[in-house]
Each structure stands twice: as C-alpha cells, then as structure tokens.
C-alpha cells in the first residue's frame, strides 16, 4: 500500500523524529502528528486501514472511521487516511467519497473526518484556522438547534455549521467522544448533510457492498 505523509493541518512536509526530536514536525505548525494517505482506494487498502485501527488491548477505544452508508446513488470511496504513528496510536481518520451532487447532479466530493481535540485534520478540510473548530460553531454554544442531523452509528446526531472557505461547506458535531467533521465540495453540495445520512464505523463493520472510485482531490493533497 503506497502511502504519502504529510502535515495534518497544513498539508505540508514533515520531518521524522530523530536523535534530536522525538515528535514529528512540520516546519509551519511545530510538533503534530504524522498525517498518512493512502495513494489508491480499493477493498484490500480498506480493510488493511481499519486493521490498523482496532484496538490491540481488549477494551480499549478505537478510532471510528465513518462511512456513508448506505451509499448515496452514484457514490463512492474515493480515499482513506489517519492520523497518528506507532506510539501516538491512530488519533483521526478521514474517509473521502465522491458522487454527484444533491441539486444540480455536477460531480461533488465529502470526506468524513473523526479526530481527537488538537489535532487540527479537520479545520484544514473545513478550511478554518486553528485544531478545533470551537470558535467557528454557529448556534451550538447558545443552545440554538442544529442545522443538520444525521444517524451515526444508529442514533441521531446534530451537526452545526461552520464558517468554512467560500469553495465548501462545513458540519461539525460531536459522535463517540471525538468531533465529527462533513466537509463537502461545492458548497451547494452540503445539502447532502442535510438529507437523511446514516454513517456507520468501518472500524465495526466493513460492509462488502462498498464501491470505489478514483482518488479524491482533496483527500491526496500531500506534498
């Protein structure tokens, strides 16, 4: 499985831990974490990412990687990655589909990201400064209603917009204790969230149905 590394909140280089440092760095944002994707997106290349991810202690939490699904007619997946190395542990994943649009049927893109505070992968993709999204929530810290809902993992979850860049739209909530990110491309895209999505974890179930695609654009960005 071919894999580009990059930095999780820039999409810059990284530099491996050496004599010196024990903590990845990125020239722009200091110590993170590595950011892996994986170059091609196929059932085996799946299944080997959510090995990765299943906890090695009885008990412990894994990192979700969410899912649509079931598919939207005419989608894919179009791309996988994760945050974390060996001694990190997997702290966010990303998973990349790719149909078309809910309005004007034009091709449309949305990655689904899960990630523990502080590790910024998913204000890149929503195209807003700093590791978490806080500052940016419209409504969800005055108790304002959501403005979307979908069903993860069987229970329904509020997403609340974001102020992301003018090219996307952006969704933010909270599901097994980490932020739930669902970025689309175009912005008029985002009507999709607010459609009746269910998303599952990979990690609990890998269905077989799963149909793939080419490499997503904004998924494989690494330098």
């Known amino acids: ?13 990284v530099r491996a831990p050496d004599l010196m440092n024990s903590d990845w760095r990125c020239d722009v944002d200091g110590p993170v974490l590595p950011f892996s994707v994986a170059e091609h997106i196929n059932a085996e290349i799946l299944e080997a990412v959510v090995a ?6 009885p008990g412990a939490d894994a990192t979700p990687l969410w899912a649509l699904w079931p598919l939207p007619p005419g989608w894919m997946v179009t791309g996988v990655g994760w945050a974390g190395d060996g001694r990190s542990g997997v702290r966010a994943t990303v998973l990349a589909c790719s149909g078309p649009a809910p309005i004007d049927r034009g091709p449309a893109d ?16 929503a195209g807003i400064p700093g590791p ?46 980490m ?23 990979l990690v609990d179930s890998l269905p077989s149905e799963l149909v793939f695609g080419a490499p997503s654009p904004h998924l494989h960005s690494c330098a």
């Open 52 to 57: 990765k991810l299943r906890p090695r202690r």
């Open 132 to 177: 978490d999204p806080g500052p940016f929530l419209e409504g969800a810290q005055d108790g304002a209603p959501a403005h979307a809902k979908v069903r993860v993992a069987g229970w329904p979850t509020p997403l609340w917009s974001v102020k992301s860049a003018d090219d996307r739209s952006a969704y933010v909530g909270e599901a097994k204790g």
């Open 179 to 201: 932020w739930l990110y669902a970025v689309a491309w175009p912005a008029s895209a985002g009507y999709l969230v607010a459609e009746d999505l269910s998303l599952c974890d």
């Open 1 to 13: 499985m071919g894999i580009a590394v990059c930095c999780p909140r820039c999409g810059g280089r």
């Open 110 to 125: 949305l990655v689904l990201v899960a990630e523990e505070p502080g590790v910024g992968l998913g204000t890149r993709f």
